[in-house]
């Protein structure tokens, strides 16, 4: 059990629309990580947020956007939905002082029609 | 930059057979590896982690891997699998701290390896 979470856990959505993803991890998790995982591929990296602020971006564009709050809870916000944009969607934390290991939460599924 | 292949997409073995899954990875930094298992539906558990120190790491579920820096390999081994072991895994590396700028903690995967264990 890795202590982080998401929700929903899956979302249909149509092309166009936004969606907003939601993460939530322990105490002490400050630092945390979006990834995608299209089907059948590795997950790729989205952005990392650390006390507050991004901190390091992929090779996403700007209507990927998230927010990462005191209570180390995050979030993911996707603009202008694209059919590729379905993907598994995941989250990833770090613990304080040994935050080269990410642990990862179960995904939220994502299906843009 | 880095990146990272496995060297094949998919492994199928007998139960009780050993088996050995191959990563290879490419950096101009040095790096961490990682290995994780993904079961079908469910995110991403941390199997193994090379950080420094001996290059033969023990994970869990009997995994193991082997850190081979002049072959830039990380390739996870298991002596004896199981059925449960059936899923996809993921060999993956990060920056190391002070070479990677702002890419620090970021992790590049490979494309995964699904591994079937036959009865």
């Known amino acids: 059990e890795t202590g982080v979470t998401q929700s929903p856990t899956h979302l249909i959505k149509t092309r166009g629309q936004q969606v907003t993803l939601r993460c939530s991890s322990q105490?002490?998790?400050?630092?945390v990580s979006w990834y995608q995982q299209a089907l059948g591929q590795g997950p790729q990296f989205i952005f990392q947020?650390?006390?507050?602020?991004?901190?390091g971006r992929g090779n996403f564009p700007p209507r990927f956007s998230g927010l990462q709050f005191p209570n180390y809870s995050s979030e993911l916000n996707v603009n202008a939905l694209e059919l590729d944009d379905s993907a598994l969607y995941l989250c990833?934390?770090?613990?304080?002082?040994?935050?080269?290991?990410?642990?990862f939460g179960p995904g939220t599924r994502l299906l843009v029609l | 930059a880095q990146s990272v292949t496995q060297l094949d997409s998919q492994v199928p073995v007998f139960e009780e057979a050993p088996v050995e899954l191959r990563c290879n990875y490419s950096?101009?930094?040095?790096?961490?590896l990682f290995w994780y298992v993904q079961y079908p539906n469910q995110g991403l558990q941390l199997l193994l982690k090379y950080l420094s120190g001996s290059t033969l790491v023990k994970g869990i579920n009997g995994f193991e891997a082997e850190f081979n820096k002049s072959q830039t390999s990380f390739h996870l081994r298991k002596p004896s699998v199981h059925i449960s072991d059936t899923a996809e895994y993921f060999c993956a590396v990060s920056p190391k701290g002070g070479s990677g700028g702002t890419s620090y903690g970021k992790l590049t995967f490979g494309q995964g390896t699904i591994l079937t264990v036959h009865p």
């Open positions: 990833a934390s770090s613990v304080v002082g040994e935050w080269e290991t990410q642990y």
């Open positions: 947020y650390y006390r507050e602020e991004e901190n």
């Open positions: 950096s101009s930094v040095s790096v961490y």
């Open positions: 105490s002490g998790h400050n630092t």
